[in-house]
């Protein structure tokens, strides 16, 4: 089966500390590379990881703080002098098209080809996956996103030996799911094919609590979601509009999502960060709190 696999490549609030670089997420599946936000330092991060950004082929942008978009530049330009020469798809809240464009008119050499898109709703959708984005409420626009990679029926391939199966337009039609004749005989889609389940990954970076937040993340397998106060910090978690570990966890509950995935840590919490996680697990038990350069596959 195809694994998605998530790499955390930063994981700290406005100021990075020793341990916690600025967010960056990337997430994979097959030939698919999404990279949500790229905080300064991402560059380097891709080379910690083991991973090359030349194989991105989108980036999701949540919103346009510094500590979220402060990478692109220089991402931009090791492309273009990598001779990227895909278009890179991009999404971000309103006004990231002026913002890219802005970089470009600074950056001269950067230039690569880029498409920017701001709608929310359904931002994209083939027959693999789609993605998603909803207004948060941060003082600046911002976007949650949802990634949703879909049921595939696969075929097996010990029985396309078994019934000597050519490789032709017949697998196609029993790949989507219709029975057909070969060779005199009925072949039924389902006895030589399985289903493999699909997977919703949702994403909501920084944001005050709302029920946007609880939609995006609905029936997720994973939601990772900004925690970057404890509740006794709820006073400040309002003021800069941000969740709390507890607000976290209450949108992973009424989401019913499977697991929560914490991140984007304040730097007061760089030496006792599992006050974090064990707030959250008071309400929703299959917490995890992600540090740099940690991989979940599912
Ligand atoms: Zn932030
Ligand atoms: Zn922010």
Same mark, same amino acid.
């Given at each position: 089966?195809?694994?998605?696999?998530?790499?955390?490549?930063? %994981?700290?609030?406005?100021?990075? =500390?020793?341990?916690?670089?600025? %967010?960056?997420?990337?997430?994979?599946?097959?030939?698919?590379?999404?990279?949500?936000?790229?905080?300064?330092?991402?560059?380097?991060?891709?080379?910690?990881?083991?991973?090359?950004?030349?194989?991105? %082929?989108?980036?999701?942008?949540?919103?346009?703080?510094?500590?979220?978009?402060?990478?692109?530049?220089?991402?931009?330009?090791?492309?273009?002098?990598?001779?990227?020469?895909?278009?890179?798809?991009?999404?971000?809240?309103?006004?990231?098209?002026?913002?890219?464009?802005?970089?470009?008119?600074?950056?001269?050499?950067?230039?690569?080809?880029?498409?920017?898109?701001?709608?929310?709703?359904?931002?994209?959708?083939?027959?693999?996956?789609?993605?998603?984005?909803?207004?948060?409420?941060?003082?600046?626009?911002?976007?949650?996103?949802?990634?949703?990679?879909?049921?595939?029926?696969?075929?097996?391939?010990?029985?396309?030996?078994?019934?000597?199966?050519?490789?032709?337009?017949?697998?196609?039609?029993?790949?989507?799911?219709?029975?057909?004749?070969?060779?005199?005989?009925?072949?039924?889609?389902?006895?030589?094919?399985?289903?493999?389940?699909?997977?919703?990954?949702?994403?909501? *970076?920084?944001?005050?609590?709302?029920?946007?937040?609880?939609?995006?993340?609905?029936?997720?397998?994973? *939601?990772?979601?900004?925690?970057?106060?404890?509740?006794?910090?709820?006073?400040?978690?309002?003021?800069?509009?941000?969740?709390?570990?507890?607000?976290?966890?209450?949108?992973?509950?009424?989401?019913?999502?499977?697991?929560?995935?914490? %991140?984007?840590?304040?730097?007061?919490?760089?030496?006792?960060?599992?006050?974090?996680?064990?707030?959250?697990?008071?309400?929703?038990?299959? =917490?995890?709190?992600?540090?740099?350069?940690?991989?979940?596959?599912?």
């Amino acid at each position: 089966m195809e694994q998605v696999k998530i790499t955390f490549l930063g %994981t700290a609030n406005a100021v990075p =500390t020793e341990k916690r670089n600025h %967010t960056a997420i990337l997430v994979e599946k097959a030939d698919e590379r999404i990279l949500i936000d790229c905080g300064e330092g991402t560059q380097r991060q891709f080379k910690f990881s083991g991973n090359n950004p030349v194989k991105l %082929t989108r980036l999701l942008i949540t919103h346009w703080h510094g500590d979220h978009v402060l990478g692109i530049p220089g991402l931009f330009q090791t492309l273009a002098m990598s001779g990227y020469n895909k278009t890179l798809r991009i999404h971000g809240p309103p006004n990231t098209a002026h913002n890219i464009q802005l970089m470009e008119r600074i950056f001269k050499d950067f230039k690569i080809i880029a498409e920017v898109k701001e709608n929310s709703g359904i931002v994209f959708e083939n027959s693999n996956f789609k993605i998603e984005a909803l207004p948060m409420n941060h003082g600046t626009p911002t976007y949650a996103y949802s990634i949703t990679y879909k049921d595939k029926r696969r075929l097996k391939k010990s029985k396309l030996k078994k019934y000597n199966l050519p490789n032709s337009p017949i697998l196609k039609e029993l790949q989507e799911g219709k029975d057909i004749v070969w060779n005199g005989k009925k072949i039924k889609s389902k006895d030589i094919s399985y289903l493999e389940k699909g997977r919703k990954v949702a994403v909501i *970076l920084d944001t005050a609590f709302n029920e946007n937040a609880v939609k995006i993340a609905l029936n997720s397998d994973i *939601l990772i979601a900004e925690a970057t106060f404890a509740k006794e910090e709820k006073q400040k978690a309002a003021e800069y509009k941000h969740l709390t570990a507890w607000d976290a966890a209450k949108i992973a509950k009424k989401a019913k999502v499977k697991k929560l995935i914490l %991140t984007h840590l304040s730097q007061r919490y760089e030496h006792n960060p599992s006050i974090i996680e064990k707030e959250a697990r008071k309400i929703f038990k299959n =917490t995890k709190l992600v540090k740099d350069l940690d991989v979940i596959s599912l």
